[in-house]
């Protein structure tokens, strides 16, 4: 019983979920042929862990009917029945748990049976609420299709009411905020359409979406809203640039649009819409600087990273944990550009966001790597040593970074040995990413070369090694490689 899809769903409660759980199996309104709140009883004693040991078919059966034996047709069949029961009311207790926290829905649903009842006051009551709360919303595509039901419920009631320019006004937001949303959609399909063709090399199946919008002239469209000053414009206006920004043609074009957009009317989208729309940008300048490097994307990446701290909204929701390759990248930039005190206030402030379980690994990390911009060398060495490497690119990244101290403490057997460790661990590891596993395979090549030519004194022709460093489109930490490098041809020269 212990590996059954019953226990698998009870683990899945957190102590407050399973609490309820409780009180909703033991309501008498769903309790219809065998009552399930004695098994529950019996399996909460076990929670959350439920020992493998403890939850056996046959320990739970003796617990809900002591002095029985269990082990015939009867008692198997009995405890299957009871479990399955069981297992039901806990899906149902989940769509409960939904509906909890699906306002729209709720509100939805309580609406259609009230104008279903004919209670025509009490709906015109609750439909006035359901408009004066959603009134400060911005149009994220989820609230498009809320509003759609909203209106679409009182285009039914409009009806039943003999209201015929009711009906038009209903009918006429509804079927706006539906279409909005259908848009939306569609650009957002393209978009993984896109991604899946170029990066996964799937090809899609036909949809009607590539026909239409092979016969919509988007532009043209967005146009018209603008023209209007429609309220559905900065929605779809924004969907339209990133669909063209996945297509990857004058990606930069539509990137600066979208830009533009984003600083004129930020105010015109939600939260979590706001979080979307950045993040696209970041995605579209981290594949420039993945296939294409110049400082000036990294500048660029940074702009949107500070906007998008100083306006807390670095995360999908407020109340979502801090995604780690997020808040890594972010480090990673400010470092590039040297905004060390913006990275360590960044550090200070976001780390208590990151995910419990990485947040001491992740901060000790970026510290070390902030005290090793700093010169602080010993001190950088020190955070690295308090690093576990429960996040993948920690293995990698505490390697690099030890060499390049060890590297500027002049300990260059130690930074040898620890760049052989790096090679080794590149070359078998395959929980990396291949984009991260060539970018720091260059790192290890060029720093191994550098530091032969440190080692050695020799450096002839250190100009054609930084013109190959220059060309070569994936290589992790070169701006340090071609300081160092630099160095050692000021130094010698």
């Not at 509804?174 to 650009?187: N, P, R």
């Not at 379980?357 to 990390?365: C, E, P």
Request: proline letters at 2%; one cysteine or more.
């Amino acid at each position: 019983m212990n590996n059954s899809k019953l226990i698998l769903l009870l683990k899945s409660f957190n102590k407050q979920e399973f609490k309820k759980l409780g009180k909703f199996v033991r309501s008498p309104y769903f309790i219809k042929e065998r009552k399930c709140f004695p098994l529950f009883t019996a399996l909460s004693n076990f929670y959350p862990a439920f020992d493998p040991e403890m939850v056996t078919s046959e320990k739970i059966y003796i617990r809900l009917f002591p002095g029985k034996p269990y082990g015939d047709s009867r008692s198997v069949s009995l405890l299957l029945t009871l479990s399955s029961d069981l297992y039901r009311m806990c899906k149902s207790f989940l769509a409960v748990l939904e509906l909890e926290s699906d306002e729209e829905t709720a509100e939805h649903l309580l609406l259609e049976q009230l104008r279903k009842r004919k209670l025509n006051r009490e709906y015109e009551r609750e439909f006035s609420k359901a408009l004066k709360r959603r009134a400060g919303f911005n149009s994220g595509s989820i609230d498009l299709y809320n509003n759609y039901r909203l209106h679409f419920s009182n285009g039914e009631y409009q009806k039943t009411q003999g209201n015929i320019p009711g009906v038009l006004s209903a009918f006429t937001e509804s079927g706006e905020s539906i279409l909005a949303f259908g848009l939306v959609t569609a650009y957002k399909y393209n978009e993984i359409r896109t991604i899946c063709e170029n990066s996964y090399n799937i090809k899609p199946p036909h949809s009607f979406i590539i026909d239409l919008f092979e016969n919509l002239n988007s532009r043209q469209l967005i146009e018209r809203l603008r023209v209007n000053n429609d309220k559905y414009y900065p929605m779809l206006y924004a969907n339209y640039l990133i669909y063209m920004i996945s297509k990857q043609t004058d990606e930069l074009k539509y990137m600066e649009e979208l830009k533009t957009l984003l600083a004129q009317r930020l105010d015109d989208y939600g939260r979590t819409e706001k979080f979307i729309l950045y993040s696209v940008l970041v995605s579209a300048l981290i594949r420039l600087e993945n296939t294409n490097y110049k400082i000036e994307h990294t500048k660029e990446l940074f702009e949107v990273y500070n906007i998008m701290f100083q306006k807390g909204i670095y995360k999908f929701r407020d109340e979502d944990t801090l995604d780690v390759s997020f808040f890594r990248n972010i480090i990673s930039v400010a470092f590039e550009l040297r905004k060390l005190d913006w990275a360590e206030e960044f550090i200070h402030k976001a780390s208590r966001e990151l995910p419990e379980k990485l947040r001491d690994s992740m901060t000790n990390n970026s510290l070390a790597n902030l005290y090793f911009l700093k010169e602080d060398f010993n001190k950088a060495l020190g955070y690295i040593n308090r690093v576990n490497f429960d996040y993948p690119l920690h293995k990698i990244d505490s390697k690099t970074l030890t060499f390049r101290i060890y590297y500027e403490l002049g300990e260059f057997e130690h930074a040898i040995s620890v760049l052989d460790t790096a090679r080794q661990y590149l070359q078998k590891g395959t929980e990396l990413a291949s984009i991260f596993r060539e970018r720091n395979l260059n790192f290890v090549k060029y720093s191994a070369e550098l530091i032969r030519r440190k080692t050695t004194g020799n450096i002839r022709d250190i100009d054609l090694t930084l013109k190959k460093l220059a060309a070569e489109k994936a290589v992790e930490l070169s701006g340090w490689l071609k300081r160092k490098f630099e160095e050692l041809q000021s130094i010698n020269g």
